[in-house]
């Protein structure tokens, strides 16, 4: 069988260390070693497979029981959840707007429309907080129903890996204000736009799963 | 000196492991189901298949250690592979593995697929820390509703029986399980707390307890007992009369089974089959006393059920009985529990 | 950036940490991690293997006792013989190491969640393929360091809390270690006879649990990229070492099978603290009182979530020992592998198939019948690329010249541990005949077989080849040797009694003879065997201790490639240094990794950063 020649993906280059400076991203920890963009990439994607089966597992156990159980009492979800859902929605075609200018080279548009979904995506916090605060209020406890313990269960996992997501795009946007996002910074950028899109179309579904199999 | 060792070394890992399941496998314990006897062909089958793979395994690679072992001026073949072996053994495995599970799945049809027997003994059987309670329906054959609400541990109503029930009236429940041999069986196996399992050897039955659930098992019991020890002489005259001479007594004593008080003896068909019954520890121990050719056997006729799904402290402990009675003996049975 | 200040950084990153905690404790070196997880894994693995000692010698005093009451039973009250056994059992009863069956399920419980969590999952992965992953694919280290930290003191963490358990109120968990649900979520159920209800053990257990689960994750992220992104130049991934494969794929099993327990543990610990009802039923009688808050779960889902982790973890477990055992038997018996594309299509079959055969642990559990038949035939199909591999490692040494040095004599150990193991899966995998064999003694004997043992004994062999690399020093040789044999012959006659106690239906998990057929004289014969046999064991490992201090103190010099090996660890000085190669300086891969015995080659060996020319141009292809 002939030799399949692929190119090395390492961007280590033999023969030498790596230019790069201390703090800069990519420094590999305490090696100097390093790391080309895509590693970063990589490793979101990598990041998200396990995510994806947390909620997985939750979402299958959330079909199981709704099947065997006998004692399914829908909770009426909070109409606020409604607007949260448009809130994710847009905040995702606002980072893509960003994007877009940063694209462009427009540093501008790039900080307003980045500013607006992390707004957007606080406002999303802020409406889960009232949406618990009204089931609870309405006197929907953790344990009062199997359907009420998902509910809370999967939108307070939601929001953690969200609570996340806000960080990042927190980070950047303080990142934009002080007029830092230059092309190298272009990674962070991406990188929380990606995790941000994944979270907004698991938002969706779990949405989706709780509004169909309730 | 290493790789001679090591070849000695399998040499009687293979003998020795051969040797144990060739002596062990025929000697499983009795079997008294009629789906059994299939698993115990499967099982065997696979013992065959897997011990020559096993023996041919290990002897391959104690032959290749012994006739590959280092010696000077021997250079290793650049042997990389070879794609029509891999091609070969990878089916080969594919059709032995997958062709001998399929041959396996008649008996687990006819345990959980196939349409449950016509008219059975329908036997409930509940699992709690750490006993088993068995329910039957009594005479009218129909076991009585339950319902959590209904269980109520001050008048021993574990199963949670619904009083109102009429189905239920003639309901009993004991601590060990009686089936007749011959004729189909369904147990209901469920519990109120934990996971149990519930087992017989030899029964070759075996079904996890899950709270909430309930499984419905069918079995056909084909022998009425299984052979312990031949006694001597033909007292068959004394038997008949409900009398265990002391002769049989002190045979009886020698392999560990006591007479005391509580025994009895009554002929089945007289002057043939009699029934046996030992109570060393307050738990009927029903053996059968067989002429057969004009020399007495005895038959045990009771198999320890087991719990296989751990289920706490006392699980080791949780422990019952299954008594197979012939069909008359059984009809006689209810009749004696039926409130 | 100029060349000035990249050689001024050089100086500048290259340098190890000067203050030791920085250096030895939180230390962001891959190899220093290697090494903290290895020890961890050897500390957890003599704790776990001291339980089962102290458990074996119970089950041996319980068997003495059932069988003292038998005869107590045929003898007459107060005589003389009566109480001169009545006195022997007083004895036995009232040894040191004696257990109540809540206190032996408990050390149960440890003993199997300590060895799967603490040192299968641990050490090949965390120990071995920390430290030698990036060494082999060339890199200078893991790809994000400080996760790599992280996850190291997460998986310590998680043992701290895992070891808490023992001392808290209620002592240890005991609900085995798979921690099934309605016993582990009711703390009612779970022995107050002799405890005291059941108390914070089985949270922390859980708890331990989650940590660990997020431990493997972050360690898993960095696996993954190291192997995908950093290798040198020309470390094709058809270059990778076996043993690369094998942490991948391992990876990425921890990856998707983590995730899963980590929800399994979260639902089980709001069952069991806040009262939901994901598993626990509705109206479950308990201490003689009917639960209220409860309602409409099933025991199943846990047993569903739990083994969809738990079947991808059985290779977690021994995936690195595959990759490992064909490394070396390439290496000693001086011959390329045998199908080396064929070994990484079977491990990435072995992944890929893993995850669809778990019912098989519930063929016996309730679970819809007509799955457990699509599961039982998934599971024969995922035992065809184990079979491969075997047929592989024999093809390996088939024409080779073996050197019967202890990593091969372990590695050799076990192929034939693999064998014997798997072979138990062939009975356990058809749901027919599993509905005899589930839960007994068979089962034990078989997953401790092949994913202890087997994978213990990968441990071995990976410790005894690569500790002249990580230490300088060469391990003693006959203690290796000695200790080699002790452990093989003790493991195969452990296990293999307890496979036919598993033919006479033998359950487990049982702490007492409450049974006639278990304390029949076979059945305690047999327990007698396995309880001399398994402290017999457990004593020669102290021959491995003292191999490990002694060979560290005066071991003999290891030169920087003792054994020969072509992978680029043995292209480093031993030990290596802080930056791994020397200077930092990668070195570049020209050839495969397992170029032994290359016909015209001036060497019995090709290395993998060798020049081109070292392989003649009359050679044949390399695969």
């Known amino acids: ?172 946007a303080l990142l934009a204000l002080r007029a830092r996002v230059a092309p190298p910074r272009r990674l962070v950028a991406d990188l929380a736009a990606v995790y941000w899109h994944f979270l907004d179309g698991l938002w969706i579904f779990l949405f989706a799963l709780m509004l169909v199999w309730r | 000196m290493t790789p001679v060792i090591f070849v000695l070394v399998i040499l009687g890992l293979v003998v020795g492991t051969v040797a144990g399941f060739a002596l062990k496998a025929p000697l499983l314990p009795d079997l008294i189901t009629e789906h059994g006897r299939i698993i115990d062909q499967q099982l065997v089958l696979t013992l065959y298949i897997t011990g020559a793979i096993f023996a041919i395994a290990q002897l391959g690679l104690a032959y290749l250690i012994y006739k590959h072992r280092h010696r000077d001026g021997v250079k290793a073949s650049y042997l990389q592979g070879s794609t029509k072996l891999e091609y070969t053994w990878t089916v080969a495995t594919l059709v032995l593995f997958v062709g001998l599970n399929l041959m396996g799945q008649g008996v687990w049809a006819q345990m959980h697929l196939n349409e449950k027997p016509a008219r059975p003994v329908n036997i409930e059987v509940t699992a709690m820390q750490f006993k088993w309670i068995f329910r039957y329906p009594g005479k009218d054959g129909n076991l009585g509703a339950r319902a959590a609400e209904y269980i109520n541990p001050a008048e021993g109503n574990y199963v949670g029986k619904d009083p109102d029930d009429a189905n239920g009236d003639d309901d009993f429940q004991l601590l060990s399980m009686s089936v007749p041999y011959g004729i189909p069986v369904v147990v209901d196996i469920r519990s109120i707390d934990v996971l149990h399992g519930f087992a017989v050897r030899e029964m070759r039955l075996k079904q996890d307890a899950v709270p909430g659930l309930s499984v419905n098992i069918p079995f056909t019991v084909e022998k009425d007992g299984t052979l312990e020890f031949p006694l001597s002489g033909n007292y068959a005259a004394d038997l008949d009369k409900g009398e265990l001479p002391d002769a049989l007594k002190h045979e009886l004593n020698a392999n560990k089974l006591v007479w005391k008080d509580k025994a009895s003896l009554r002929a089945l068909e007289p002057g043939r089959v009699w029934r046996l019954t030992l109570d060393p520890d307050s738990i009927n121990r029903p053996y059968l006393v067989k002429l057969e050719n004009g020399r007495l056997n005895l038959y045990r006729s009771w198999y320890e059920l087991a719990c296989m799904e751990l289920c706490g402290y006392g699980h080791y402990q949780m422990r019952s009985q299954v008594n197979v009675l012939s069909p008359v003996e059984y009809a006689e049975f209810v009749e004696k529990n039926s409130p | 950036m100029s060349s000035e200040a990249a050689a001024e950084h050089a100086v500048h990153v290259h340098q190890a940490p000067t203050n030791p905690i920085w250096r030895y404790v939180f230390s962001t070196d891959h190899k220093v991690i290697g090494i903290q997880y290895w020890i961890l894994a050897l500390v957890s693995a003599f704790v776990g293997m001291g339980l089962s000692v102290w458990f074996r010698l119970h089950l041996l005093n319980q068997g003495h006792v059932a069988q003292l009451t038998d005869q107590l039973s045929l003898l007459v009250e107060g005589s003389a013989d009566y109480n001169a056994i009545k006195a022997k059992i007083d004895a036995l009863q009232t040894a040191w190491y004696h257990m109540e069956p809540s206190q032996y399920l408990g050390i149960l419980t440890m003993h199997g969640t300590i060895l799967v969590f603490m040192v299968l999952t641990t050490a090949p992965m965390g120990g071995f393929g920390n430290y030698f992953l990036p060494i082999q694919v060339g890199a200078l280290d893991m790809a994000f360091p400080r996760l ?275 072979i138990g899966g062939i009975f356990l995998g058809q749901n027919a005949v599993d509905i005899y064999f589930h839960d007994t003694y068979f089962v034990v004997g078989h997953f401790h077989m092949i994913m202890g043992v087997a994978a213990i004994f990968g441990m071995f062999a990976g410790t005894v080849y690569w500790f002249p690399k990580v230490t300088g020093k060469m391990m003693n040789e006959p203690l290796s040797q000695a200790h080699f044999w002790c452990t093989f012959l003790g493991v195969n006659v452990i296990f293999i009694v307890m496979h036919l106690m598993g033919l006479e239906g033998h359950p487990r998990r049982y702490s007492g003879f409450a049974f006639e057929f278990l304390s029949s004289d076979y059945m305690v014969r047999m327990h007698t065997i396995v309880t001399h046999t398994a402290i017999f064991t457990a004593s020669a490992q102290v021959l491995f201790l003292i191999n490990l201090v002694y060979s560290l103190a005066a071991g003999k010099k290891a030169g920087d490639n003792p054994w020969e090996s072509t992978s680029l660890e043995w292209a480093t000085t031993s030990p290596p240094p802080f930056e791994n190669f020397k200077d930092g300086v990668l070195p570049e891969v020209h050839h495969g990794p397992y170029e032994y015995s290359v016909p015209d080659a001036a060497k019995d060996y090709i290395m993998q950063h060798d020049p081109p020319e070292a392989r003649p141009a009359t050679a044949p292809a390399p695969h």
């Open chain 1, 1 to 172: 069988m002939p030799l399949t020649q692929v190119q090395p993906k390492s961007a280590l280059r033999a023969g030498g260390p790596p230019p790069v400076a201390p703090g800069e991203p990519g420094d590999g920890g305490s090696r100097g070693q390093r790391l080309p963009d895509r590693s970063y990439r990589l490793a979101l994607y990598v990041v998200l497979a396990p995510v994806t089966m947390t909620f997985a597992a939750l979402a299958s156990s959330y079909i199981v029981r709704r099947g065997i159980g006998g004692d399914w009492r829908a909770v009426e979800l909070p109409a606020v959840l409604w607007l949260n859902s448009f809130a994710l929605l847009f905040s995702s075609v606002a980072l893509e707007a960003a994007r877009r200018g940063l694209r462009e080279g427009r540093a501008g548009a790039f900080t307003r429309w980045w500013l607006a979904a992390t707004a957007l995506g606080v406002a999303f916090l802020g409406g889960q907080a009232l949406a618990w605060f009204q089931l609870y209020a309405a006197g929907v406890g953790m344990a009062s129903n199997i359907s009420a313990s998902f509910l809370y269960l999967l939108t307070a996992f939601h929001t953690l890996h969200l609570l996340i997501g806000v960080g990042a795009l927190a980070w950047v």
């Open chain 3, 148 to 422: 790599n930290m992280l996850s190291f003191w997460l998986t310590f963490l998680s043992f701290v809390t895992l070891m808490a358990a023992f001392f808290v109120p209620g002592g240890s968990p005991n609900a085995g270690w798979t921690g099934y649900p309605p016993l582990s979520a009711v703390p009612d159920s779970q022995g107050n006879g002799y405890q005291g209800p059941g108390g914070w053990g089985q949270d922390l257990w859980v708890l331990s649990i989650a940590i660990f689960c997020f431990a493997s994750l972050v360690g898993a992220i960095n696996f993954i990229v190291t192997t995908l992104d950093l290798r040198t130049k020309g470390m094709t991934l058809m270059r990778m070492p076996l043993t690369c494969w094998a942490w991948f794929v391992t990876a990425i099993l921890a990856l998707l099978s983590f995730a899963v327990l980590l929800v399994a543990g979260l639902l089980l610990l709001l069952d069991r603290n806040l009262g939901t009802s994901f598993y626990v039923p509705g109206d479950l009688f308990v201490s003689n009182k009917l639960l209220v808050d409860h309602k409409g779960g099933s025991p199943l889902l846990f047993q569903h979530l739990f083994w969809f982790f738990g079947h991808p973890e059985v290779y977690i477990a021994i995936v690195p020992g595959m990759g490992l055992a064909s490394h070396l038997l390439s290496s000693f018996a001086r011959k390329p592998v045998f199908g080396y594309r064929a070994m990484v299509y079977a491990i990435f079959g072995i992944g890929v198939l893993g995850f669809f055969v778990w019912g098989h642990h519930m063929f016996q559990s309730g679970m819809s019948p007509y799955v457990a038949v699509a599961f039982s035939v998934m599971t024969m199909v995922v035992g065809v690329p184990s079979a491969i591999k075997t047929f592989n490692w024999l093809g390996t040494i088939w024409g080779g010249n073996i050197r019967f040095q202890s990593p091969m004599l372990y590695a050799l150990g076990f192929v034939s541990l693999f064998v014997t193991g798997g």
